[in-house]
């Protein structure tokens, strides 16, 4: 397949199985499309042009950023349809208003009545609008006002006094907490009905509310019915990784992004196998020792990207990462079956995480050879 490309790389290194991640991005496109909703990929997971490319030529409307990095760099790239889905920060909206005055269709969010007046009156000095979303709490995640928090209004009216409101939107994290499809599409459904009340209660006071944004992975794809939503946002699918499999919204086999590394030495006594991809390659998230398999730091595989039966990456230090067997004997011969020099692939608990520890991504596959950028920065 692509062994002599990934025999030419450092170590350690990003590869991104390009059928995998096509297969990844036409499985959700073709569920938003049946569901009759627009999808927002969120590009954090990647941070790569050629993947969100890739994601609007499926047909994907619009992006999701979470750095005002992203959207300057997605915008100088030419993609002009952004929403910056992190609450905004009084100190970034200049740069928030330099991307609109430049010509980036950008939206932004907040959940306060503090932070919708800073944007008001940002705008105001400026002599510019900046469509405002509000976040909103479906499940007690993270942020956002409830759907019937009295402060939802009081944002709204706020945002309203320069005619700044776009829509509302919410991300139900607490799916990643999941692994039924029954809880999943129940939450999608809470999810959802959340979000679209938000919006009701906003269009009742005599404000328009023209987008109903929701989203998370696992949501996305075990929605089955989206009746007043406009858009789903998802990020992580294109990948996918560990998590998303305990979770069970995709297969081992479609985790798209994994970490090149090299044997570099044994601990024969200990049944262990070292290579030069520590925790500063695959990251320190340890997100799948909370789910029902924990993969320590990742499941080691062949070049071919087939999982080694019985193994796992047990530890890491911050160069240093270690393989040990699941099962209770230690290979006969370890240095032998794992030899100094070896190649593998390790998939990753978060893909998100472990992508960003690097600045480029090599390309398996069809195309085998190719190495695409990553963005990088806040």
């Given at each position: 397949?692509?062994?002599?490309?990934?025999?030419?790389?450092?170590?350690?290194?990003?590869?991104?199985?390009?059928?995998?991640?096509?297969?990844?991005?036409?499985?959700?496109?073709?569920?938003?499309?049946?569901?009759?909703?627009?999808?927002?990929?969120?590009?954090?997971?990647?941070?790569?042009?050629?993947?969100?490319?890739?994601?609007?030529?499926?047909?994907?409307?619009?992006?999701?950023?979470?750095?005002?990095?992203?959207?300057?760099?997605?915008?100088?790239?030419?993609?002009?349809?952004?929403?910056?889905?992190?609450?905004?920060?009084?100190?970034?909206?200049?740069?928030?208003?330099?991307?609109?005055?430049?010509?980036?269709?950008?939206?932004?969010?907040?959940?306060?009545?503090?932070?919708?007046?800073?944007?008001?009156?940002?705008?105001?000095?400026?002599?510019?609008?900046?469509?405002?979303?509000?976040?909103?709490?479906?499940?007690?995640?993270?942020?956002?006002?409830?759907?019937?928090?009295?402060?939802?209004?009081?944002?709204?009216?706020?945002?309203?006094?320069?005619?700044?409101?776009?829509?509302?939107?919410?991300?139900?994290?607490?799916?990643?907490?999941?692994?039924?499809?029954?809880?999943?599409?129940?939450?999608?459904?809470?999810?959802?009905?959340?979000?679209?009340?938000?919006?009701?209660?906003?269009r009742e006071i005599g404000i328009a509310c023209?987008?109903?944004?929701?989203?998370?992975?696992?949501?996305?794809?075990?929605?089955?019915?989206?009746?007043?939503?406009?858009?789903?946002?998802?990020?992580?699918?294109a990948f996918f990784d560990l998590v998303m499999?305990?979770?069970?919204?995709?297969?081992?086999?479609?985790?798209?992004?994994?970490?090149?590394?090299?044997?570099?030495?044994?601990?024969?006594?200990?049944?262990?196998?070292?290579?030069?991809?520590?925790?500063?390659?695959?990251?320190?998230?340890?997100?799948?020792?909370?789910?029902?398999?924990?993969?320590?730091?990742?499941?080691?595989?062949?070049?071919?990207?087939?999982?080694?039966?019985?193994?796992?990456?047990?530890?890491?230090?911050?160069?240093?990462?270690?393989?040990?067997?699941?099962?209770?004997?230690?290979?006969?011969?370890?240095?032998?079956?794992?030899?100094?020099?070896?190649?593998?692939?390790?998939?990753?608990?978060?893909?998100?995480?472990?992508?960003?520890?690097?600045?480029?991504?090599?390309?398996?596959?069809?195309?085998?050879?190719?190495?695409?950028?990553?963005?990088?920065?806040?």
């Amino acid at each position: 397949m692509s062994a002599t490309f990934l025999e030419s790389l450092d170590t350690p290194a990003a590869i991104v199985d390009l059928p995998r991640l096509q297969h990844n991005i036409a499985r959700m496109q073709e569920h938003m499309n049946a569901l009759g909703v627009a999808l927002r990929p969120h590009v954090k997971t990647t941070k790569c042009l050629e993947v969100a490319q890739a994601q609007i030529a499926a047909g994907a409307r619009g992006i999701t950023v979470s750095t005002l990095k992203e959207a300057e760099q997605f915008f100088a790239a030419g993609i002009t349809d952004i929403l910056y889905a992190v609450s905004m920060a009084p100190a970034k909206l200049p740069r928030a208003l330099a991307l609109k005055r430049a010509g980036c269709n950008l939206k932004i969010i907040v959940d306060n009545v503090a932070g919708a007046e800073a944007i008001v009156a940002a705008c105001r000095e400026a002599g510019e609008t900046l469509e405002t979303w509000i976040e909103i709490d479906t499940d007690g995640h993270r942020s956002g006002i409830t759907p019937e928090q009295p402060e939802l209004l009081d944002v709204a009216r706020a945002l309203d006094a320069a005619s700044l409101v776009g829509g509302v939107l919410t991300h139900a994290g607490s799916s990643y907490e999941l692994n039924d499809d029954e809880a999943l599409a129940a939450l999608a459904e809470v999810e959802r009905a959340g979000c679209v009340r938000a919006a009701e209660r906003i269009r009742e006071i005599g404000i328009a509310c023209p987008n109903v944004s929701v989203g998370s992975t696992p949501t996305a794809l075990a929605a089955r019915a989206l009746p007043g939503v406009t858009e789903v946002r998802a990020g992580v699918y294109a990948f996918f990784d560990l998590v998303m499999h305990n979770v069970g919204v995709c297969r081992k086999e479609d985790i798209a992004l994994s970490v090149l590394a090299t044997v570099i030495g044994h601990q024969p006594d200990k049944g262990w196998v070292v290579v030069d991809a520590g925790w500063m390659a695959m990251s320190r998230d340890r997100g799948t020792s909370k789910q029902g398999q924990d993969y320590g730091y990742g499941l080691p595989c062949d070049l071919e990207g087939r999982p080694l039966d019985g193994w796992l990456m047990t530890q890491a230090n911050q160069e240093h990462g270690i393989l040990a067997p699941t099962r209770d004997s230690v290979p006969a011969d370890v240095a032998r079956d794992f030899p100094v020099g070896m190649r593998i692939r390790i998939l990753p608990n978060h893909a998100c995480a472990t992508g960003a520890q690097f600045p480029v991504y090599g390309v398996v596959g069809e195309g085998s050879g190719t190495q695409w950028p990553r963005f990088y920065g806040w």
